[in-house]
């Protein structure tokens, strides 16, 4: 049997420096792993320190924001009151002028030349003060619009009814202007449940509207038609300069004024119009091609 040799002194002596090197390398890479660490540690810190900040920055932003909310709420508040406050101290002067050239137009219909001249005068006070009691209508409905308490009154009525309202109320406005007024209905159409009122004023603001950009001798036409899904259609054409495509957009939207001089002070009669439309589930939009005039269009569900 063969023994198994053992190993000498000499050779056990000659691995001892191979293990006390390994020995020596464990010191390194502890420090290794160490400085790693001391590393990553001070890469967490500085990303803790740059989150803080950006934190502090994200609520000084909300802080910003919140008081900007506060003042635009502020001022909407101021703005509300202060059309309430127009709207109702402008009522009691103006019901005295309609009284009065009511009376005037109730003298008589004298030929004479002073009587006739007193007439046209009344009929003019008269037409003017109609005018403004639309427009005081029309800040105290904006001034719901914005305070989101708008409502309506609905009733079934007659579409051509409410055409003729608006016929009578602006066609001597459009005449004295030299502008002719043409309406038309559909025949046939059906009745709609609506706030008839309210209806003849977004009529009466897009046709004053119209009126406003329509040169002498021009012609608006406003009407109304069956749409898709029974939709009663109305609308109201002029032949106007017409609404840049990228404006049309914001047609609607409140305080809207246009870049085009002759559509200056035209944005309260369109936001009021969307939101009466609004309001009756509707919807209004328009068609228009600079140079080409500008059609108006609102629709609104029938009476079922």
Not at 24 to 45: G, K, M, S
Not at 47 to 72: G, M, N, P, V
Not at 190 to 212: G, Q, T, Y
Request: include cysteine; hydrophobic fraction near 40%.
């Amino acid at each position: 049997m063969t023994m198994p040799r053992s190993r000498s002194p000499e050779s056990a002596i000659s691995d001892e420096p191979e293990l006390i090197t390994d020995v020596e390398r464990v010191p390194d890479a502890v420090a290794h792993v160490i400085a790693e660490l001391r590393e990553r540690v001070q890469t967490l810190e500085a990303r803790t320190q740059q989150c803080e900040a950006e934190r502090d920055e994200l609520a000084a932003a909300c802080r910003e924001a919140r008081d900007a909310q506060r003042h635009a709420e502020e001022l909407m508040r101021a703005r509300e009151e202060i059309l309430a406050v127009v709207a109702h101290d402008l009522r009691n002067p103006l019901g005295t002028i309609v009284m009065g050239s009511t009376a005037l137009l109730q003298v008589g219909t004298s030929t004479e030349p002073k009587s006739q001249w007193t007439r046209t005068i009344a009929e003019r006070m008269h037409r003017q003060a109609e005018r403004m009691a639309q427009q005081i209508n029309n800040l105290a409905d904006f001034a719901e619009i914005l305070a989101g308490r708008f409502t309506i009154q609905r009733a079934p009525q007659v579409p051509v009814t409410i055409l003729t309202a608006v016929r009578d109320l602006l066609g001597a406005i459009a005449r004295e202007r030299g502008i002719t007024l043409d309406v038309h209905p559909a025949d046939g159409l059906p009745e709609i449940a609506c706030d008839s009122d309210r209806v003849v004023r977004v009529l009466s603001n897009l046709i004053m509207n119209a009126i406003n950009v329509t040169a002498r001798g021009g012609v608006i036409e406003s009407g109304a038609r069956l749409g898709d899904h029974q939709q009663l259609v109305f609308f109201v054409r002029d032949q106007g300069p017409g609404i840049d495509r990228d404006e049309q957009a914001t047609l609607f939207q409140p305080l809207w004024r246009s870049k085009h001089p002759g559509y200056r002070g035209t944005w309260l009669g369109f936001s009021i119009a969307r939101g009466i439309v609004d309001a009756h589930g509707g919807r209004i939009w328009a068609d228009s091609t600079p140079g080409a005039g500008t059609t108006v269009y609102f629709s609104l569900q029938p009476e079922n």
